[in-house]
Every structure is written in structure tokens, then in C-alpha cells.
């Protein structure tokens, strides 16, 4: 398979119009399964389940409908996106085990430097406890989310993928209610105190992508 990886802002139609090409090949035969790791410009997002009244600030950034599963998101610098491309008839049509493989590449990238992702039931997304800050107002342990995934599959090839918050401007994300969740927050390594770079997060994506992701079958 293909890692490809885009130096600068990649523009949000030119990410697709790339991924709708792959994708047919993949689904032809005609090209091989891909990792797209890159940085939009601020930008957000509309999921098939977006509600129009998430989009706090319809005017802050251009607004796309993404077409894959999920609600609203954030894209922009600092943010690692790892758009994925892979063909689960050759690995499995299990579409709910497929987002747990991905859910797992993000925790175990988010391990390499000593950060413990966890997932919630009814949220989507990878999301790390902040004992340092006070107590939701239902009198839980705060919560920040670090990651965020959204998936859509053609012909069972996948596409769209996650996104990891390295050091993007947090204030960005003020402009919708990601994912539709308004009691946590959402943080970034560099914001936990991690000097993170996207090189680093690259090395840690590829590294940990072999350990969860077992090859397709040929």
C-alpha cells in the first residue's frame, strides 16, 4: 500500500476529488490501498448527521457537506489528518470492526507518547481525562476529546478516516459543537503539554498502522 504524505495546506475538494479517483481505482483493481496524511486549512465539516444548529458560526470558515458518517468537525492547521483508504473485501466487510480498528490505530499512536486515548459509548472519537481541570457540571471527570473519526465506504473501499488534534488553534473548534457534544471539551497533544510535531505523529501513525491493521489479502 501507498503512505503518502502532503507538505503545506491540502484544499478540502482537492482532498476529495483525490479520494473519489482512488477509491474507483481501488475498487477496479487498478491501484493499490492508501494513507493520505495531510493539513487542511480551517475549514468545517458536515457529517450525514450534522444539525444545523451545531454550526454555531456559519460565517468563521467555509462550511462542506462531507458525506461520510458523523457530525460536525473541525479541519486546519495543526490537526494530522490521515485520510484512509483500504479495501475491506480483502480485509473483512465488518464496517463496526473496521471503525474499532481505527479507533485502536489512534489509541495506539496516542500511546507512543504516553497518552491514554480511550473511547466512550454514544461518543465518537478518541478522547483523553483531564484530571486537572474541575468537574463537568453533572458532576463527572472532565474529558477533552483529541480525535476525531468519520468513515465512508464505496463498493466496501474506505475513505475520509480520522484526524488528530497536534497543535491545532483550539479556539477554531468554538464555531460548531463538535460532534454534537456540548459537556467535554477538546484538546491537543502540544495543549497536554507534549511537544509533538507532525513528523513525529507520521512516525508514530506508521509505526502502530502495521500493529493494528493486519495486510489484505491478495
Given at each position: 500500500?501507498?503512505?503518502?504524505?502532503?507538505?503545506?495546506?491540502?484544499?478540502?475538494?482537492?482532498?476529495?476529488?483525490?479520494?473519489?479517483?482512488?477509491?474507483?481505482?481501488?475498487?477496479?483493481?487498478?491501484?493499490?490501498?492508501?494513507?493520505w496524511?495531510l493539513?487542511?486549512?480551517?475549514?468545517?465539516?458536515?457529517?450525514?448527521?450534522?444539525?444545523?444548529?451545531?454550526?454555531?458560526?456559519?460565517?468563521?470558515?467555509?462550511?462542506?457537506?462531507?458525506?461520510?458518517?458523523?457530525?460536525?468537525?473541525?479541519?486546519?492547521p495543526?490537526?494530522?489528518?490521515?485520510?484512509?483508504?483500504?479495501?475491506?473485501?480483502?480485509?473483512?466487510?465488518?464496517?463496526?470492526?473496521?471503525?474499532?480498528?481505527?479507533?485502536?490505530?489512534?489509541?495506539?499512536?496516542?500511546?507512543?507518547?504516553?497518552?491514554?486515548?480511550?473511547?466512550?459509548?454514544?461518543?465518537?472519537?478518541?478522547?483523553?481525562?483531564?484530571?486537572?481541570?474541575?468537574?463537568?457540571?453533572?458532576?463527572?471527570?472532565?474529558?477533552?476529546?483529541?480525535?476525531?473519526?468519520?468513515?465512508?465506504?464505496?463498493?466496501?473501499?474506505?475513505?475520509?478516516?480520522?484526524?488528530?488534534?497536534?497543535?491545532?488553534?483550539?479556539?477554531?473548534?468554538?464555531?460548531?459543537?463538535?460532534?454534537g457534544?456540548?459537556?467535554?471539551?477538546?484538546?491537543?497533544?502540544?495543549?497536554?503539554?507534549?511537544?509533538?510535531?507532525?513528523?513525529?505523529i507520521?512516525?508514530?501513525?506508521?509505526?502502530?498502522?502495521?500493529?493494528?491493521?493486519?495486510?489484505?489479502?491478495?
Amino acid at each position: 500500500m501507498e503512505w503518502k504524505i502532503t507538505d503545506g495546506l491540502t484544499e478540502y475538494n482537492d482532498a476529495i476529488a483525490f479520494m473519489e479517483a482512488r477509491v474507483a481505482a481501488i475498487a477496479n483493481g487498478e491501484a493499490e490501498e492508501c494513507v493520505w496524511l495531510l493539513e487542511h486549512p480551517p475549514l468545517y465539516t458536515a457529517g450525514t448527521s450534522a444539525r444545523i444548529e451545531d454550526l454555531t458560526d456559519p460565517d468563521r470558515f467555509p462550511v462542506f457537506e462531507a458525506k461520510r458518517g458523523g457530525e460536525y468537525t473541525y479541519h486546519g492547521p495543526g490537526q494530522r489528518v490521515a485520510y484512509v483508504m483500504l479495501d475491506l473485501n480483502k480485509r473483512g466487510r465488518d464496517v463496526r470492526g473496521f471503525v474499532k480498528k481505527l479507533e485502536e490505530w489512534v489509541i495506539a499512536a496516542l500511546a507512543e507518547f504516553n497518552v491514554d486515548g480511550e473511547i466512550r459509548d454514544g461518543r465518537v472519537g478518541v478522547w483523553v481525562r483531564r484530571d486537572d481541570k474541575p468537574l463537568t457540571v453533572t458532576g463527572k471527570p472532565a474529558e477533552d476529546k483529541i480525535a476525531a473519526i468519520g468513515l465512508r465506504l464505496r463498493k466496501w473501499v474506505s475513505f475520509h478516516g480520522i484526524s488528530i488534534n497536534v497543535e491545532p488553534e483550539l479556539d477554531h473548534f468554538s464555531g460548531i459543537v463538535p460532534c454534537g457534544i456540548t459537556e467535554y471539551g477538546v484538546t491537543s497533544l502540544v495543549d497536554l503539554g507534549l511537544p509533538v510535531t507532525m513528523a513525529d505523529i507520521d512516525a508514530a501513525l506508521h509505526k502502530t498502522f502495521a500493529e493494528v491493521f493486519v495486510p489484505a489479502r491478495v
